[in-house]
T-cell receptor, first 114, second 114 residues
Framework: NAGVTQTPKFQVLKTGQSMTLQCAQD?????MYWYRQDPGMGLRLIYY???????DKGEVPNGYNVSRLNKREFSLRLESAAPSQTSVYFC?????????????FGPGTRLTVL | AQSVSQHNHHVILSEAASLELGCNYS??????LFWYVQYPGQHLQLLLK??????LVKGIKGFEAEFIKSKFSFNLRKPSVQWSDTAEYFC????????????FGKGTRLSVIA
């Protein structure tokens, strides 16, 4: 039972390049989330998927797209990377999108955009 | 907009000292409250959470937190810290019953020295 896994762990991009961050969970959770973590800012929600087949914007969605590929997988795509997107990206999942549900986090992807 | 305030950016304690990390939120309705910990190089892990019932919540590793509704606070405490408690601590709040984001504070870095 690996929990939430993310790939890659590290990535360096040049401005304008695109990439997809992958996330998978094996806990049979319905809801999945993408956050970014910046120094002194805490975590901010980018996008989430309350259930398979649905996605919604979070606090900071600009410059990103997501795909809920199936119940297990939720990917985050940067179409044209910008230096402002340099951050650590965390994927999380929860049983359902209920306020009391615990979110379980993956190990993170550290992205640098030059 | 809902916000979560963590008053201390960096706390330095000696081993065996007592710990209290402050967390205040701005929303006045029903809330669900969480404390997460991020050890160096690791992903976020849940320490404890409150969603109803006894306002004094006990979590893992000897941590506890008290929900004081009148003060909009959910402070984290530990009577005697250890070197292994060195980490970053995040308070998070989610209001209502769902369809609202989990909002994180900016985090408090705790350094425990021998």
């Amino acid at each position: 039972n690996a929990g939430v896994t993310q790939t890659p762990k590290f990535q360096v991009l040049k401005t304008g390049q695109s990439m997809t961050l992958q996330c998978a969970q094996d806990m049979n959770h319905n809801s999945m989330y993408w956050y970014r973590q910046d120094p002194g800012m805490g975590l901010r929600l980018i996008y989430y998927s309350a259930s398979e087949g649905t996605t919604d914007k979070g606090e900071v969605p600009n410059g990103y797209n997501v795909s809920r590929l199936n119940k297990r997988e939720f990917s985050l795509r940067l179409e044209s990377a910008a230096p402002s997107q340099t951050s650590v990206y965390f994927c999380a999942s929860s049983e359902r999108d209920r306020a009391a549900d615990t979110q379980y986090f993956g190990p993170g992807t550290r992205l640098t955009v030059l | 907009a809902q916000s979560v305030s963590q008053h201390n950016h960096h706390v330095i304690l000696s081993e065996a000292a007592s710990l209290e990390l402050g967390c205040n939120y701005s929303y006045g309705g029903t809330v669900n409250l969480f404390w997460y910990v991020q050890y160096p190089g690791q992903h976020l892990q849940l320490l404890l959470k409150y969603f109803s019932g006894d306002p004094l919540v006990k979590g893992i590793k000897g941590f506890e937190a008290e929900f004081i509704k009148s003060k909009f606070s959910f402070n984290l405490r530990k009577p005697s810290v250890q070197w292994s408690d060195t980490a970053e601590y995040f308070c998070a709040v989610r209001r209502g019953s769902g369809n609202t984001p989990l909002v994180f504070g900016k985090g408090t870095r705790l350094s425990v020295i021998a």
